[in-house]
């Protein structure tokens, strides 16, 4: 597993980079084009285990307005481009509901397919936001450069904690919900929420303008609230693979399973950290 996990995360890292660090708008069309794939993939994902309990949807135009909203927040377009291309989803869909023959199928499938929009789309819409946010003494990509390092840095040191835990530990680490997550444990809980909190002091280290921007506690704070924001939207999705009965919302990244599974602890954290960003701030 780690043989393909590595170079797969190798790659997806010197993609992210190299939209925060390459200047102007050769790093912005990095993160657009990468952004409009894992995008389409999610969605796509989503829709596919929907599928799964005999609701199928329209995975593909789904897929598509997602990335087509993602990719108008990172270029920055007027409100009017989401008013338009949502208008137009919702007029497709009460047309489509109108010349169906089966109403009852053609229904199930209209709102299969829209609950992708609250569930995935909107949420990972602002990580695009984050992206070119323009407000305080630091860039917004350096905003999300620190919500990815946090989150990511919390999943990694829960779950080497967990699983050195589950080995020295007499009888094994104590599990908290097994039925949803097995391998999840308090001690591997415990000690991604330090490593988050201690990556997000560090980061402020490094960037001081965070801390000009959010005060002496924004570190500690977003730490701890980043961490169980990623916890928790992680549990989420587990619990949609096991209701379903997949291990992997998919297989197009070898070693990590499907673009759902890598940005399902950016689901809830997406919108949480922008709102503290937007609301938390300087006055």
Do not use: Q
């Amino acid at each position: 597993m780690l043989k393909y996990r590595l170079p797969s995360g190798l790659f997806m890292g010197a993609i992210i980079l190299s939209s925060i660090f390459v200047e102007g708008d050769i790093g912005r069309y990095i993160f657009l084009i990468f952004g409009i794939f894992l995008a389409f993939a999610a969605v796509y994902e989503y829709m596919k285990m929907v599928e799964k309990f005999g609701v199928p949807g329209f995975p593909c135009i789904i897929a598509a307005l997602g990335s087509s909203i993602l990719a108008g927040s990172v270029l920055e377009l007027p409100k009017e481009f989401y008013f338009l291309t949502l208008s137009i989803a919702i007029i497709a869909g009460w047309v489509h509901l109108m010349l169906a023959e089966d109403k009852s199928v053609a229904l199930k499938k209209t709102l299969s397919s829209f609950s992708a929009l609250p569930m995935i789309v909107f949420p990972l819409n602002f990580l695009a936001l984050i992206y070119v946010m323009n407000t305080g003494h630091a860039s917004g990509r350096i905003y999300f450069l620190f919500l990815l390092l946090v989150t990511k840095f919390g999943d990694i040191g829960a779950y080497t904690v967990g699983t050195i835990s589950a080995k020295v530990m007499p009888g094994g680490n104590h599990k908290i919900i097994p039925k949803i997550s097995p391998k999840k444990s308090w001690e591997g809980t415990l000690g991604g929420m330090f490593i988050s909190i201690l990556v997000s002091y560090i980061f402020c280290r490094c960037v001081p303008e965070l801390i000009k921007d959010y005060g002496t506690f924004f570190p500690f704070i977003a730490g701890f609230f980043l961490f169980w924001g990623g916890f928790t939207g992680d549990l989420v999705e587990s619990s949609l693979k096991r209701t379903v009965g997949v291990k992997d919302s998919g297989n197009m990244i070898p070693g990590m399973g499907g673009a759902l599974d890598v940005i399902d602890s950016l689901v809830l954290n997406a919108p949480i950290f922008y709102l503290f960003l937007v609301f938390a701030g300087e006055k």
